[in-house]
């Protein structure tokens, strides 16, 4: 094996676990959460401060967590993901880069996801408002799951226009767009939201995923029905799907 580049890459934490929202839901992936986020909603429930060790669960699924010092080298992490994947073949579907927002580390991402992929495909989830950064990497990305964040919801401004360039830059390869929905959401922001997608592509999958409040859905199911009935009418291709992992008590 070519060695592999002594690449430092900042992390809060690195585990294996399911995917708990969107088209992948169930599929166990290895998670690496990258810190820092260019947003700030009012909903989101992820620490992603920097910090000075990243933790890293090991055995992969155990609940067992060691400390690294951050930032980390990227051949210690392909040293232990490479372990993993012998010992328990197939099991892992992707990496999923997670964060706060994994494109603010672009520069670092182009070195390390080339590593990275010839381990397993590349799975990004991002709040699709860096459409630059993702232009730098969608050649190395293998599914995108964007968000696009309704000002009701997370208190930011919607950027309609941003939201489709990344959207189509993201085209390129698979992807689709989660929507995280409560009772502020107006029908104005699922129909735009809808026809934005529509625009790109009739193909490209949208999910409503209901805010969680305690653990549950924070929005009652004749709501989310009709919401479901608003997205459907611009684009049938929408489907309900909550955070599962949270239900299941997982990571």
Not at 20 to 28: A, F, N, S, T
Not at 106 to 134: F, M, S, W
Not at 222 to 236: E, F, G, R, S, T
Request: proline share 7%; hydrophobic share 40%; glycine share 6%.
């Amino acid at each position: 094996m070519p060695a592999i580049p002594q690449i430092d890459l900042p992390l809060i934490e690195a585990f294996s676990s399911i995917q708990g929202e969107g088209l992948l839901v169930g599929c166990r992936q290895i998670f690496l959460r990258l810190p820092n986020c260019n947003l700030n909603c009012n909903y989101c429930d992820t620490p992603f401060a920097s910090t000075k060790s990243c933790l890293l669960e090991n055995p992969p699924g155990s609940g067992t967590i060691i400390e690294l010092e951050n930032p980390v080298s990227l051949p210690r992490l392909m040293e232990t993901f490479s372990d993993w994947c012998a010992k328990a073949p197939g099991v892992h579907h992707s990496f999923s880069l997670t964060g706060g927002e994994p494109l603010l580390h672009a520069d670092l991402l182009q070195e390390c996801l080339p590593v990275l992929r010839k381990l397993l495909p590349i799975y990004l989830e991002t709040n699709g408002t860096l459409p630059d950064q993702l232009e730098t990497l969608i050649s190395q990305i293998d599914w995108v799951s964007m968000d696009i964040k309704l000002e009701s919801m997370s208190g930011e401004k919607t950027d309609w226009e941003l939201q489709r360039c990344f959207l189509e830059i993201a085209n390129r390869t698979q992807c689709y767009v989660k929507i995280v929905v409560g009772r502020e959401t107006t029908d104005a922001e699922l129909q735009k939201a809808a026809e934005i997608v529509s625009s790109v592509s009739e193909n490209i999958s949208l999910i409503l995923q209901p805010v969680t409040i305690e653990a549950k859905p924070g929005m009652g199911t004749q709501h989310l029905l009709k919401m479901q009935d608003v997205v459907a009418a611009i684009n049938p291709n929408v489907r309900i799907i909550p955070q599962t992992h949270v239900y299941l008590g997982l990571l």
